[in-house]
């Protein structure tokens, strides 16, 4: 791309961290935080290699989502786990001032000072999916999440696909899956901040087969994503 964008990746879901403060809150529930409902498997390796090879800003976190979701809006039932949704509302309030509020209003800041200076900025989210969900297997080893209705998130994730399919023929590679883009979520919280001209949010779900465990494509599947990108962004002008 031309001096016109800038990038940002963000990675939401990037660990199981408990600060000391709240581990209590979680004693006995060690699995849990393992598993994909603790946090994003391979996001944040991903994230990383976004990061470097765009020359882009990360923004990542590392505490458990299950202390509170990043990747929720304020107001979602899903905010928060079962485990802290009980505590007292000013203890949840404290784990927003510390932990939620600055990861979102830092992206936020990063994408308006570009917006000002005459710069759209495309928003990599980079998160990672569970093989099988309430019994049912996820048919897709890739998604691109995006909204529909904005023609540059539409035409990246349509560049970005036909290029990792080129690369990757055997990959299951699907828009719009297993979630869909217009669904909660920050790249959705952040387009109606900013309009379509300023702001291209994607999200990337992965497949968390090829982490859990660790899997012998894995590092070439990583190179793949970024190369596709990179190869997308060569070919189309985002507007």
């Not at 999440?145 to 023609?151: N, Q």
């Not at 900013?194 to 859990?212: A, D, H, S, T």
């Amino acid at each position: 791309m031309n001096a016109r964008h800038a990038f940002l990746v963000t990675c939401e879901h990037g660990g199981n961290r408990v600060p000391p403060r709240y581990r209590d809150c979680f004693a006995g529930h060690e699995a849990l935080l393992e598993s994909h409902r603790g946090y994003d498997p391979g996001a944040l390796a991903i994230a990383r290699d976004l990061a470097r090879a765009l020359h882009a800003p990360l923004i990542y976190a590392t505490t458990s989502r299950l202390l509170v979701d990043l990747n929720r809006t304020l107001g979602h039932p899903r905010l928060h786990s079962d485990i802290i949704r009980t505590l007292p509302e000013p203890i949840r309030c404290e784990i927003l001032d510390r932990y939620y509020l600055p990861f979102r209003r830092r992206a936020e800041a990063l994408i308006e000072a570009e917006v000002a200076a005459g710069r759209s900025v495309i928003h990599v989210s980079s998160h990672s999916f569970t093989p099988v969900l309430d019994g049912v297997v996820r048919q897709a080893d890739v998604g691109l999440l995006y909204d529909p209705a904005r023609g540059g998130e539409q035409s990246l994730c349509a560049e970005w696909l036909a290029r990792l399919r080129a690369r990757a023929p055997s990959l299951r590679v699907r828009r719009n899956y297993p979630y869909t883009g217009k669904s909660d979520g920050f790249t959705a919280y952040l387009r109606r901040c900013f309009g379509p001209e300023g702001y291209v949010g994607i999200e990337l779900e992965i497949n968390q087969r090829f982490v859990r465990p660790v899997q012998p494509g894995w590092h070439a599947l990583r190179a793949d994503i970024v190369a596709a990108l990179q190869d997308a962004l060569g070919r189309i002008a985002v507007r």
